[in-house]
């Protein structure tokens, strides 16, 4: 089982874009694929049409009274389930903090999942917490979209410090650009810049697209509505390039 | 937790019956439906319907949209999907393709091929039901068969809920109860395709041969052997299109046990029809030793080249080919015998077996429990006596002869089963079965030693065997001596057990129980 992680301690960069339409892609090559909504707001939720509700809420789940298995639904699309968002998750940090060895309460709730799912992908609200740590240590990989500009890229060599640091097996680090804005100067400068200057970063940028924007509209991913757009062959490229 | 699936079939008279279904439905809940498509569905299980006790059901559904693909629905509800090429059935598991299907019953089957089970041809469209958000909550497929189809099933449609929404689809199958002309049962379309094919789970088995004890011997031990006989019949095919190499087993170990019972219990039978078998069946024995002796080597040759300590298990492939065409060479002449007449007149001999007016031999033991009794007793003195008289430096044809006396022993246990106490019978069977075992080891490992030796020199003759394969074969032999080795320590241990007074005494009470 593969654990990837949406990653990024600014809001609205795209983490819950990317979960959604990966977690689409990876089920449509036939992964059995798992997206958990960690985001209290439940946008990814709202996406798939699910009812941001789970029996028991975020505490049920973190001090197992109730089981994982039985919150999770099924999407539209085969091979691919999701783990609904609940607004008692907006307490995570207090009912993680609570537990023994907090940070990986995660990493062990999910390990009975492994049996049934061969991919997970975590969809992580923005800002640092327990939630985010936690996250790091259940992750294989961290997906970080990144905006461009420069600080974007000063926050990510923090985390690539901070993930370096941790007394345990560190989670990959795929960082890419998201919501890049070709009309604007500053990003194409941007971007061709430091993805010359860097290896550290992923080829593939998802661009600013307006079929992205359209997902809470049409609430699918964009492979759905939009099959033949820009964005969702980026999506694809992206995916594809974490494959390799 | 397995999703609940229903299952609704239409009433034959009743023509609308499925559209009135989905009529009902969209008053309540948002439905949509796809364009009908054609569909072949074939259903695959193992001749001992492995998958099937394991809670699995495989499908190759074949349709114009979608290819070949292989689906596999485990008991709590997963599937798994893998597009395949045509594949040629029955099909042993490396006839399969990588892929998720095939890894998740790799381990269930085994050696077992896969066999078509049940097919049908169908029109499907599959339906949706969406909740107020238009998200899909239950999905169901209706299917009907062609009228000239081979299977002819009733228009069915089958109702499984999303992962989640158990409550909705529960909602949904009570809505379609109340429509006339559709009605609800409790099997799916592949259980019914069994059965319009005339299989049911389990027909590998044959049906339990019923015994009393106060019944007549001669009509208990004609059951047996009539039941022996089925097993023949019923795994013929299968040994002659060399299936897998289960069938050859089965059908040979059958072929044993009745000739153990003819002997061991004949003599209540009446004697000419039992004589004129018997020559058959030491036949047809021997007749199918080489094949299966080889089919023993070739199964057993990925462990013993895991055992090697100095060669590479590739070292071994020259052998393996070798094994591989003496069994082509072997199984040509078995299917000849079986196509022969002399086999024809064997099976009709065995047919003819205990139905003869012909009084059976006079005797005392007249019941099915004394002479069960009698026969286990005898079996088991044979048994404790020649064990107790191996010593460290008994003649290894000793430790042989005890095996076929166990053997003797086994079969008319399994025989005399019904008649038996089963926590009783369990724990008999358990004590000879440890015997067995070691005893089956030692002798085993010394036949397969010498016929490594036999075979490299054959090898070595025609010169299909280059050097590392001889020495190769070299460390098998070596293997297979310290595994007889091993045995012959472990015997005096496992003889013990079961000449203990505690084994005695539950032997006893076995027996006691059968007279009745
Ligand atoms: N590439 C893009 N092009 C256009 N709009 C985008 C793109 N990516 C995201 N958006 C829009 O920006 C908003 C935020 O995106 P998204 O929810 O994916 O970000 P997020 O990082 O998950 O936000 P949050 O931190 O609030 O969870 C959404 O309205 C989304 O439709
Ligand atoms: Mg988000």
Redesign the interface.
Known sequence: MRVLATYNIKGGVGKTSTAVNLAYLSARDGSRTLLWDLDPQGAASFIFRIKPRVKGGGKGLVRRTSSLEDAIKGTDFDDLDLLPADFSYRNLDLLLDAQRKPVRRLRQLLRPLAEDYDTVILDCPPGISLVSESVMYAADTLLIPLIPARLSLRTFDQLTDFVKALDDRPPSLAAFFSMVDRRKRLHRDVVTALTAERDDLLRTAIPNATAIEQMAEQRAPVGVFAPRSVAAACYEALWAELQT | ?PDATAYFVADDADTVGLASALDALAQRFSVEQSVARSLLRTWLDTDDWLLHKAGMVLEQRESTTDGLRLILRRAEG?????PVEVITWPARIDALPPG?VRAQIEGVVGIRALLPVASLRALRRDV?VMNE????VVRMAIESSPKSGATQLPDHLTVSA????QAQADRVTARLATVTGIFAVATSPYEQALQANGRVFGDDVPTPVEMSASMPARNAVTAVIHSFLSTVERTLGGVISDIDTEFLHDFRVAIRRSRSTLKLSGDVLASGPAEQLSPDLKWLGDLTSPTRDLDVYILGLPDMADGLQSAAPADLDPFRDYLLSRRRTEFRLLVRALRSARFRRALDHWRALGLETEPSNPGKLTSAGELAADRLSRAHRRVTKRGSAIGADSAPEELHDLRKRCKELRYLLEIFRPLHDPATHRAVLRDLKALQEVLGEFQDSEVQGLAVREFALTMLSTGSAPARTVLAMGELAAQLSAHQRHARTAFAGSFAVFNSADSKRRFREVTRGSSG
């Open positions: 937790m997963r599937e798994h999907t893998q998720p949706r958000d238009r998200k899909t999303v992962r989640g929404y």
